[in-house]
Structure formats: structure tokens, C-alpha cells
């Protein structure tokens, strides 16, 4: 891995050195390095086209790393990755994938990730996506995200497109059972011409069944962003839905949210806002020595943090 690629994993995984328990790291499309632990053991799929990841009943403590770096031009992908976490479990996944494009060809990476939460596990899972480059090819990240979420167990997802990306198109969709709870903070900041669409699909299925999704987005320059928020509550169950979002320069921002009850206890709840920064909230940090430019990244940088 040369020093581009290091720097990007950084940027991706928070990664200085190969991480302690389990990981998978991708480098444009081949496995750079891979180890299991004795609760975590990782497999290729025999597609070839990802790979499997078994979590045994009981691992608590313990972190999964996956992340992935495509470096070269032209470089495209789907690649498949599934998890299977066991009963009783209380873990950390970390994804991510960082694109740098200096030529002329398109470099895209489509990962489709699919978790099996066991009963009363516990798992935290962190993605951030950015690219970067000088060439004229695009950089496109298409992630889906699948979690099927068994009898009192919990995910927590945290997830981001910080910088860099021309165009993606983000699914998410979630089954949650009885007791279970899904928790999800998802950010997005586009600039330019870039394009994002987010669709977030939560079926609430089991009673005591919880979803609190958030989701910000920052539009700048002249890009779009479109996201689509769609709760069903099938059980005795509660749905909390919020976009907050901030529109600069030319950029278009479109909010959709969706709810549906078929169940009488269900309580489904969805709020949004789109605005641009407060004037007062720039002058107050202007007061502070900042310039202008400075005070609105600083503003940018706390509402997607």
C-alpha cells in the first residue's frame, strides 16, 4: 500500500497501522491484508465478489475493520459483504471507502452489506465514504446497507459522505423485531454539480420495537441532494424520523418523509427543517477573529459532526 493509500485509509477507517482483532482491507479490488480472531472469523464468499463475517455467540468487545481504497482510475465494483452476529454479542464494525481519481475514467464502488443481528446483541457501526482527485474521471460510491434486527438487539449506525463523491445513490433498509432498537445517525455533504439520493426504509415489526433516525445534509455550490424517509409500524412499537438540512449558494435540498401505521400502538413521529446559516451564528464567530469563509466551515463542520 503506497502512501496515497495509506493517507485514504486514514481518511476512511481513522487507521495509522493495521488495526488490533479482526479486518479486511480492500485495495482496488484485491484483499491487501486479512486477519481473524477466535470469536471473529472472516471467509470469502465463493463468488468471490466480498466476503462472509461470523461473529460468535458471546463476543463482546471486540471490532471488526473492512475498510476499502480504490486508487486507480477506471477502477469499478460491487462487492457483497454479509454479517452474521451471533446471541449476546456487544461489537464494533468498521466500514468505509475512499476513492482518489486523478485520471480520466470513471471510478465507482457499489458495496451491498447485509447484517443478521442475533438475540440481544449489541453492535456499533461506523461507514464514511470520501473521494478526492485531480482528473476529470467521477468518483460514484453506491451503498446498501441491510439489517435485520432479531429480538432485543440494537444497531447503531453511524454513517457519512464527508467530501468528494459526483454521485450516490444510498439505501438502507431495516426489519426490526420485538424489543429490538435501530438508532441512526447519517450525514451528507455535497458540493459542485454533485448528486446524492438517500432512501432510509424501516419496518418496525415486533412490539417494543424502536427506530431514531437522523439524518443531515449540507447542499453547497450547485448540487442536489434527495432524501426519502420511509417508517412502517407494524407492532406496538415507536418511529422517530428528523432531516435537518442547510442549503448554501445554489444547492437544492428535497426532504420526503413517509409513515405508515397498520398497528394501533404504533407512534410514529417525523420532523424536518431546511434553511441556510444564520446570519447571527457567522457574525458571533466573525466577533472571534474567524473570516467568513472560516466561520461557515466551522458552522458546517459542527452540524455534520
Known sequence: MDELEKRMLKEVAELDALPVGAFNIRSNGKSESRNSTANIQIESR????????YFKDGTKNESCHIPVIISKSGHKECVYNDFFIGED??????????????????????????????????VRYIEKHYGEG??????????????????????????????????TYRITKAEIGAGATLIMHDKILTNFDQTAKAEITVNLNGDGSVCDIVSRGVAKGESEQ??????????????????DSIIMDKGIIVATPKLKATCVDASLIHEAAIGKIAGEQITKLMTLGLNEQEAEQKIIEGFLK
Open 226 to 243: 434527495d432524501v426519502i424517509i420511509d417508517i412502517s409500524g407494524n407492532a406496538q412499537c415507536k418511529g422517530h424520523a428528523e432531516c
Open 134 to 167: 485531480t482528473g476529470t474521471g467521477k468518483r460514484f460510491m453506491n451503498p446498501t446497507t441491510v439489517v435485520y434486527l432479531d429480538e432485543g438487539s440494537t444497531m447503531d449506525m453511524d454513517t457519512s459522505q464527508i467530501a468528494g463523491i459526483n454521485d
Open 89 to 122: 454479542c456487544d461489537v464494533v464494525i468498521v466500514a468505509g471507502c475512499g476513492i482518489s481519481n486523478c485520471g480520466g475514467h470513471d471510478s465507482q464502488h457499489d458495496g451491498i452489506h447485509t447484517f443478521h443481528i442475533g438475540k440481544n446483541s449489541k
Open 46 to 53: 465463493e463468488s468471490g465478489d466480498g466476503i462472509n463475517v
